[in-house]
C-alpha cells in the first residue's frame, strides 16, 4: 500500500434519493484507483434489487463493487441488501429483519483496515430512519469519516443543500466539500443556482466544490471522474 496521508475514506450524503450518489461515489472510488490506491466502495444499507442469472442484485451495490480496485464482494460491499425498493427500515421490516448498526460499523472498519481508501456510501439523504432509534447519520458519526455532500441540481437543491449541511455541521462532521451533480438539465438558471450554492458553500462556509457533473448519456465511474475537480480532492484527500 501507499502512505496514507489523508483521511482513509469518505462519506457519500446527498439532498436527497436519486440525486447520484452511487454515480459519484463509484467515481471516487475510481479516482482513488487511479491514483494507485487499494479503494473500495461500501454501501452498508440497499433497498431494492433485480434478478441478474438467477441472482438478485442490488445494482448499486453492484456499481460500488466494479468500480473498486479492492477485492471485496458483493456481500462485503452491501451487508444488508432488500428487495423491496422502499425505505429501507421498511424494506427490512418486510423481510423480518432489523438492520444491526452494530454489524454495519464492524464491516466498514474491516473494510478500512484492508483498504487505502474506502468511499461510504448513505441511503437516500443525510438522516434517513434505520430502525427505531437511529438513522443513516449515525453510520458516519460511527465511522467518524469526512462527508462530500451530493447535491441533486433540481428545483429545492437550494434549501435542502442547506439544511444537509446544517444537519452534518451539528453532528460535529467535517463537511469535506461538495459536488453538484446535474439530476435536471432543464432546470430553470442552472448556472445562477450553482453560483449561490458556490457562495453559500465555498464563500460562507469554506466548503469546496469537488466537482459539477453534467447530464451524461453513459454515466460510468471514468466519465463522472472526468467532472470532478482534480486539485480539490487532491487537497482534500492526498
Not at 429501507?88 to 438492520?99: F, M, N, S, T, V
Not at 474491516?110 to 449515525?138: I, K, M, N, T
Not at 469537488?210 to 492526498?238: E, I, K, Q, T
Request: aromatic share 4%; proline share 6%; with cysteine.
Amino acid at each position: 500500500m501507499n502512505a496514507r496521508t489523508g483521511p482513509p475514506g469518505c462519506f457519500v450524503t446527498g439532498t436527497d434519493t436519486e440525486v447520484g450518489k452511487t454515480r459519484v461515489s463509484a467515481a471516487l472510488v475510481h479516482w482513488m484507483a487511479r491514483r494507485g490506491r487499494v479503494a473500495a466502495g461500501f454501501k452498508p444499507v440497499a433497498a431494492g434489487t433485480v434478478l441478474i442469472g438467477g441472482t438478485r442484485v442490488n445494482e448499486d451495490v453492484r456499481r460500488l463493487r466494479e468500480a473498486s480496485s479492492a477485492a471485496v464482494t458483493d456481500a462485503e460491499v452491501g451487508p444488508f441488501q432488500f428487495d423491496a425498493a422502499c425505505a429501507p427500515h421498511l424494506a427490512a421490516a418486510l423481510e423480518g429483519r432489523a438492520i444491526d448498526p452494530g454489524r454495519i460499523l464492524a464491516a466498514g472498519r474491516a473494510l478500512l483496515a484492508r483498504c487505502e481508501f474506502v468511499v461510504v456510501e448513505g441511503v437516500g439523504g443525510f438522516c434517513v430512519p434505520l430502525g427505531p432509534d437511529w438513522d443513516s447519520s449515525h453510520i458516519a458519526c460511527g465511522l467518524a469519516l469526512p462527508v462530500v455532500l451530493v447535491v441533486g441540481m433540481r428545483l429545492g437543491c437550494l434549501n435542502h443543500a442547506l439544511l444537509t449541511a446544517e444537519a452534518i455541521k451539528a453532528r460535529r462532521l467535517p463537511l469535506a466539500g461538495w459536488i453538484a451533480n446535474t439530476v435536471d438539465p432543464s432546470m430553470a438558471y442552472l448556472d445562477r443556482n450553482l453560483s449561490t450554492l458556490r457562495h453559500e458553500l465555498d464563500e460562507r462556509r469554506q466548503v469546496p466544490c469537488l466537482g459539477v457533473v453534467p447530464r451524461l448519456d453513459d454515466p460510468c465511474p471514468d466519465a463522472v471522474a472526468a467532472h470532478l475537480n482534480d486539485a480539490a480532492l487532491r487537497s482534500v484527500f492526498a
